[in-house]
């Protein structure tokens, strides 16, 4: 009889002891998704706010008390922002500018990275780790010797080619790529030296195609980059043939007395944000996989 009833006790323990763990478990995933909510929260406000903004008449925006929707949805917001701020030649700017600088770019992060990952030559770590170093330095420091360098010396001032080459090299780019191809097994390299593959050929057939996830992800991180640029092309361009969006709709929306017309300015800033926001939708996974591949050795 007193078998049983420890028995009975314990059981009664071993399920307190579990439905305590059950809820704490509950109460643990409830308090991790009520965090992740109130986070997606604040980071979609703005996007939110900034598409009700852009659906406004100019009266409703300056109300002393905001509106969260707005009375009258204004979809001509968007026609008079395209038409106002001339956006289809600030993409075709922009566009030229952005696939131009990362087909080149992608290129130099491609040759530079094989050389410090698989070919040998004297001074090759100090030369790297110099290049390292360059990454401490913020890259504002740079905005006047390259000024100077590329308006004054070069005189490419007003031309796309100032847009384009002074930052077609990116350290981090190479670092990223190099980690990955420092993943690559080394005897691939040395029997495809042995067949007698020359390196630009083991190069292109065997590194690139396994580091592709890595490559894509660098390819939409220099094209975002293009994309959002705003102090470089205010210094070194003054003439509208060759501003970029970020530059065309800083002033395209403001009047003489100073007053900026926001709802239509949101409507431009809607449209020049969507392809950014495709682009990272439709594409995030190999952002994720290139930079998660290329942290992870061996």
Do not use: C
Request: avoid cysteine.
């Amino acid at each position: 009889m007193a078998d049983k009833n420890m028995t009975t006790m314990s059981d009664r323990n071993l399920q307190s002891i579990t439905t305590s763990q059950r809820v704490k478990s509950i109460l643990g995933k409830a308090g991790i998704y009520l965090f992740l909510g109130i986070m997606a929260l604040i980071v979609l406000f703005p996007f939110y706010w900034m598409i009700i903004s852009s659906l406004k008449n100019l009266s409703e925006y300056r109300k002393a008390i905001p509106t969260f929707w707005p009375h009258e949805i204004q979809w001509i917001n968007y026609v008079n922002a395209f038409n106002t701020a001339n956006l289809g030649r600030l993409f075709l700017n922009t566009l030229y500018v952005g696939v131009v600088s990362t087909i080149l770019s992608v290129i130099i992060t491609v040759i530079t990275a094989f050389a410090f990952a698989r070919l040998e030559f004297k001074g090759k770590e100090l030369l790297f780790a110099m290049l390292l170093a360059t990454m401490m330095i913020p890259g504002e420091l740079f905005t006047i010797t390259n000024y100077i360098t590329v308006v004054n010396w070069l005189e490419w001032g007003n031309t796309f080619t100032a847009l384009i080459v002074p930052f077609l090299v990116s350290v981090f780019y190479i670092y990223l790529l190099r980690q990955n191809f420092l993943q690559i097994p080394n005897e691939l390299y040395l029997a495809a030296k042995v067949d007698g593959t020359s390196d630009i050929k083991y190069l292109w057939k065997v590194m690139v195609p396994l580091a592709l996830p890595t490559l894509i992800s660098i390819t939409i991180l220099k094209m975002m980059g293009a994309w959002n640029t705003y102090i470089w092309p205010k210094l070194v361009t003054t003439d509208k043939e060759y501003e970029l969006i970020t530059n065309g709709l800083r002033n395209a929306f403001t009047d003489t007395s100073g007053q900026a017309d926001i709802p239509k300015q949101m409507a431009a800033v809607a449209i020049v944000s969507a392809p950014l926001f495709l682009v990272f939708l439709f594409l995030r996974k190999y952002i994720m996989a290139g930079v998660s591949r290329s942290g992870i050795k061996g």
